[in-house]
T-cell receptor, first 109, second 115 residues
Framework: GQNIDQPTEMTATEGAIVQINCTYQ??????LFWYQQHAGEAPTFLSYNVLDGLEEKGRFSSFLSRSKGYSYLLLKELQMKDSASYLC??????????WGAGTKLIIKP | ETGVTQTPRHLVMGMTNKKSLKCEQH?????MYWYKQSAKKPLELMFV???????ENNSVPSRFSPECPNSSHLFLHLHTLQPEDSALYLC??????????????FGPGTRLTVT
C-alpha cells in the first residue's frame, strides 16, 4: 500500500530552527508537496520538489532524496505565527496526491 | 471574491436530511477536488473533476454525490449521512489534473456535524 509518515507533533522555540521529516512509500513518484495549515483554516502551499536536492524559499527550505523516499521541511528563525500543522503529500504514478497525517508544530516563546 | 470559496462554513444535519455543499474557484483552474479531513488523519481524496468531467471517484459511499456544472463551481450533495461522516470537507482547485507540478489551492472548508 501507499504510505506517508511524518511525526505527529513537534515543539520548538521562537527564533530557533526546526526540521520536519517525511518518509514515503508510493506507487510511482511525480513530486512532493509541503503545505501549512493553521487551525481552522485551509491548507496553503509551501513548496514542491521533484528533483533531489534543496529548494530554498525565504525562511523555509525543503529537501528531497528520491532514492531514500525522504523529504524534510526546514523552518528557520521561527516565529509564533509558524505554529501550525505541516502536511507532506506525494503525487503518485496516477498523479494523485497521497497525504500524510500532518505534523503539528508548537512554537514556544 | 478571490481564491477558492466554500459555503456554508458550518453545517449541522440529521441523518435523514439532505443538504449541499458549494465550492467556487476564481482562479481560472481546470481541475477541482473534494477532500474529507478527519482529526489526526490524512486528507482523503473523494472526487476529482477535470474540465467538468469526473476523473476520479475513490470508493466514496453513494450518500455523497458530486456535481460540477462548470469549471468554476463544484457541489457535494449529501443525504442519509452517518455520524462518522462528521468531518471538515475541503474543496480545492488546480490548473490541471492528471499531470505533475501544479499545486492545489484550498477553500476554507465546511465543518460538517451529523447528529
Amino acid at each position: 500500500g501507499q504510505n506517508i509518515d511524518q511525526p505527529t507533533e513537534m515543539t520548538a522555540t521562537e527564533g530557533a530552527i526546526v526540521q520536519i521529516n517525511c518518509t514515503y512509500q508510493t506507487s510511482g513518484f511525480n513530486g512532493l508537496f509541503w503545505y501549512q495549515q493553521h487551525a481552522g483554516e485551509a491548507p496553503t502551499f509551501l513548496s514542491y520538489n521533484v528533483l533531489d536536492g534543496l529548494e530554498e524559499k525565504g525562511r523555509f527550505s525543503s529537501f528531497l532524496s528520491r532514492s531514500k523516499g525522504y523529504s524534510y521541511l526546514l523552518l528557520k528563525e521561527l516565529q509564533m505565527k509558524d505554529s501550525a500543522s505541516y502536511l507532506c503529500a506525494v503525487m503518485d504514478s496516477n498523479y494523485q496526491l497521497i497525504w500524510g497525517a500532518g505534523t503539528k508544530l508548537i512554537i514556544k516563546p | 471574491e478571490t481564491g477558492v470559496t466554500q459555503t456554508p462554513r458550518h453545517l449541522v444535519m440529521g441523518m435523514t436530511n439532505k443538504k449541499s455543499l458549494k465550492c467556487e474557484q476564481h482562479l481560472g483552474h481546470n481541475a477541482m477536488y473534494w477532500y474529507k479531513q478527519s482529526a489526526k488523519k490524512p486528507l482523503e481524496l473523494m472526487f476529482v473533476y477535470s474540465l467538468e468531467e469526473r476523473v476520479e471517484n475513490n470508493s466514496v459511499p453513494s450518500r455523497f454525490s458530486p456535481e460540477c456544472p462548470n469549471s468554476s463551481h463544484l457541489f457535494l450533495h449529501l443525504h442519509t449521512l452517518q455520524p462518522e461522516d462528521s468531518a471538515l470537507y475541503l474543496c480545492a482547485s488546480s490548473q490541471e489534473a492528471g499531470t505533475g507540478g501544479y499545486e492545489q489551492y484550498f477553500g476554507p472548508g465546511t465543518r460538517l456535524t451529523v447528529t
